[in-house]
């Protein structure tokens, strides 16, 4: 019946198996305990997608539906070549579809089979593969189930990251800081999550890292025996030997990725200075994306924005904030901003009881104080760019001060270039703290306490 519902979504002119009209539903491609995989394709585009087709009883019978909530957040997160993209979700009252990148040279795991890689060949899998983890980690994302069967290929051979189903998110930390689930693939599994005494999962992920090194390179695990017991024991010490046609730099590295002391293990950056991983190492394009700033942005800006320019008074007084935007923007009750946001970049929003002088005043000390230098500060409008390079080049921060009353100031900030996470880190933890004393009340806060002799001392 349900499926049925979904047909009658579409028009006769489209394919009887199409999903609310959008994607044509076709082979199966995988099957778990709580979904099947189907090979799609978007009737709009023609490009073709993986649809994952899970049923809502399963997983609530289950006691999953926070997992399966956790594995959207997640994968919402963790956009990077090297992972598998998810496009969007889609439910009907059973069913919940997942509409992913469709990744076509199957796993990992089916060369492995076949016997050892060529060493220049392991390499580039395992560099992909850091890569991905590293940007999993940054957004707070713990895998922690990789191994082969998770890591697809597609056509041109690269490395996708897959399955997030066991992954965490730093709201799962105990008190302590530490992870408590034990879950993974015993043969990847890091010793430390099966100690019950609480776990990093980023580290638990670069042990999993190593154990798919050694094998790529030689063609089995690295930990075996002729039973469980005795694999457990071995891979508490680390025990393992080399075949002998492992590299020297090769062995170096595996040598302190398995390391069962994950306190004592290599970190990610270490991983990435060694010399048998920086051999013909490119940063995924995701990193090297950069917008452009200063004069050239400044151009785009102002093209883009003339019949504003034209309205404002450019001399002495800040363009005025619409009353309409001022409730979208900073009323938590009323947020608008889902309906803007292909029209307008995320921001940080605060009043001020402060002149616009003021304001620009003190944006300009908190830029330098911060290690920002101001590119641009022209008609209540403060660019400012950070010294070290982030993940995707320098941050690029606007700050532009718009009036509503003669006694009110709303200044919103929004990313010209460079990461949103390092963005969001920004404003939260340097911004914030920083603008305190000019801040009458953050977007979605109704805490007003500024004065406005406040404001008379930031001129002074």
Not at 124 to 149: I, N
Request: net charge neutral.
């Amino acid at each position: 019946m349900e499926e049925k519902n979904v047909r009658q979504n579409c028009n006769h002119s489209q394919p009887r198996n199409s999903l609310f009209g959008k994607y044509e539903m076709g082979r199966l491609l995988g099957q778990g305990t709580f979904a099947k995989v189907f090979y799609g394709k978007n009737l709009l585009t023609n490009e073709s997608v993986a649809i994952k087709v899970i049923h809502k009883d399963h997983v609530k019978k289950e006691g999953l539906m926070e997992q399966i909530k956790r594995e959207i957040s997640v994968m919402s997160l963790v956009r990077h070549p090297n992972v598998v993209e998810l496009k969007e979700v889609m439910a009907t009252k059973g069913k919940i579809f997942f509409v992913m990148e469709y990744v076509k040279g199957g796993e990992l795991f089916a060369k492995v089979v076949k016997g050892k890689l060529k060493e220049d060949l392991a390499r580039k899998y395992f560099q992909q593969l850091v890569s991905a983890v590293d940007f999993c980690h940054s957004r707070g994302v713990s895998h922690r189930d990789l191994k082969p069967e998770n890591l697809l290929l597609d056509e041109n051979e690269n490395l996708k990251v897959s399955d997030f189903g066991l992954s965490a998110l730093p709201e799962q930390l105990w008190n302590d800081g530490l992870l408590h689930t034990q879950c993974g693939t015993p043969a990847y599994v890091a010793p430390e999550v099966l100690r019950k005494k609480g776990y990093d999962g980023a580290k638990a992920d670069i042990w999993s890292c190593g154990v798919i090194l050694f094998v790529l390179l030689a063609g089995y695990l690295p930990f075996q025996a002729d039973n469980v017991m005795q694999i457990y024991r071995k891979l508490f010490k680390a025990e393992y030997e080399f075949p002998q046609w492992f590299s020297t730099d090769a062995k170096f590295l595996i040598s302190k990725l398995l390391v069962s002391d994950p306190g004592k293990r290599i970190s990610i950056p270490e991983i990435m200075q060694t010399p048998w991983f920086q051999k013909g190492f490119a940063k995924p394009i995701a990193f090297s994306i950069q917008e452009p700033v200063g004069d050239q942005n400044d151009e785009k800006d102002d093209n883009k924005n003339e019949a504003m320019e034209s309205v404002r008074t450019k001399s002495s007084s800040p363009p005025f904030f619409n009353a309409f935007e001022l409730i979208s923007s900073m009323s938590s009750g009323f947020d608008l901003s889902s309906l803007f946001e292909s029209k307008k970049k995320s921001g940080s929003t605060f009043t001020s009881k402060c002149s616009a002088a003021a304001i620009v005043a003190k944006l300009e000390t908190v830029a330098k104080r911060l290690n920002f230098r101001v590119t641009s500060a022209k008609e209540f409008k403060v660019k400012m760019q950070g010294e070290m390079d982030g993940r995707k080049g320098k941050l690029a921060v606007t700050a532009e001060v718009f009036e509503v009353a003669p006694e009110v100031a709303v200044v919103e900030f929004s990313k010209s270039a460079g990461d949103t996470l390092e963005y969001k880190k920004f404003c939260e933890e340097d911004v914030r703290p920083a603008l305190k004393d000019i801040v009458w009340s953050w977007q979605g806060e109704s805490n007003c306490h500024l004065d406005s002799q406040d404001c008379k001392d930031q001129v002074l």
